[in-house]
């Protein structure tokens, strides 16, 4: 079975600063993965996601994610962050199933 | 598109009553639907997973008897919260995925407490 991990429980960022959320899967094929962000009270959204092809995905809101097979992984990164971006972030790993399998969330503060 | 609606999105109940909560996808079939359990500040656990007209299939230590789940039709799914008890209170979310597609988009959720 798939699972993921997110080692950071909570990382604070200025305003403006870069931002980096480390996710570690284990999965014995080529895995689907996926990173979503959740707003206090509210779903998930997804922000990127990386089935195939290209190893630097692109996402919404500026976030982009680099698979990399050889240390099975999957960060998310953000050049800039705004005071918007402060939330909770998962990442996850799907099997042919359709089953996602979460990681622990990594909860986002931004200060001004 | 792809969008997934879940109603109520707040629910408050006595111990001991049973709580329908809703999922639809409203402008694609989902022919799989997932319902997931949220605690405060934990992450999502799935609880089961429906195919429309099968029955659901229940992740580990989930009671299919107390979380009653149906998938009659492509566009709706329900998960039935039988006789409530207080720790039965989480957030419940589903999510809905099309035939042949490996992404889920999810409801935005429903806050159940259980006084």
């Known amino acids: 079975a798939q699972s993921v991990t997110q080692p950071d429980i909570h990382i604070t960022v200025s305003e403006g600063a870069s931002l980096e959320l480390r996710c570690n899967y284990s999965?014995?094929?080529?895995?689907?993965l996926f990173w979503y962000v959740q707003s206090p009270g509210q779903g998930l959204q997804l922000l990127l996601k990386y089935f195939s092809g290209d190893t630097l995905v692109q996402g919404i809101k500026g976030f982009e994610a680099e698979f990399k097979r050889s240390q099975s992984s999957f960060n998310l990164r953000k050049p800039s962050v705004h005071w918007s971006d402060a939330a909770e972030y998962f990442c996850a790993v799907a099997a042919g199933d359709y089953k996602l399998s979460f990681g622990a969330g990594t909860t986002v503060t931004v200060r001004a | 598109g792809a969008v997934v609606s879940q109603h109520p999105s707040r629910v408050i109940c006595k111990s001991g009553t049973s709580v329908k909560i809703e999922c639809r996808s409203l402008d694609f079939q989902a022919t799989t639907m997932f319902w997931y359990r949220q605690f405060p500040k934990q992450s999502l656990m799935l609880m089961a997973t429906s195919n429309e007209g099968s029955k659901a299939t229940y992740e580990q230590g989930v009671e299919k008897d107390k979380f009653l789940i149906n998938h009659a039709s492509l566009t709706l799914s329900t998960l039935t919260v039988t006789s409530a008890h207080p720790e039965d209170s989480s957030f419940y979310i589903c999510s809905a995925a099309a035939g042949g597609q490996n992404e889920q988009f999810f409801g935005p959720g429903t806050r159940l407490t259980v006084l």
């Open positions: 999965y014995g094929a080529t895995p689907y």
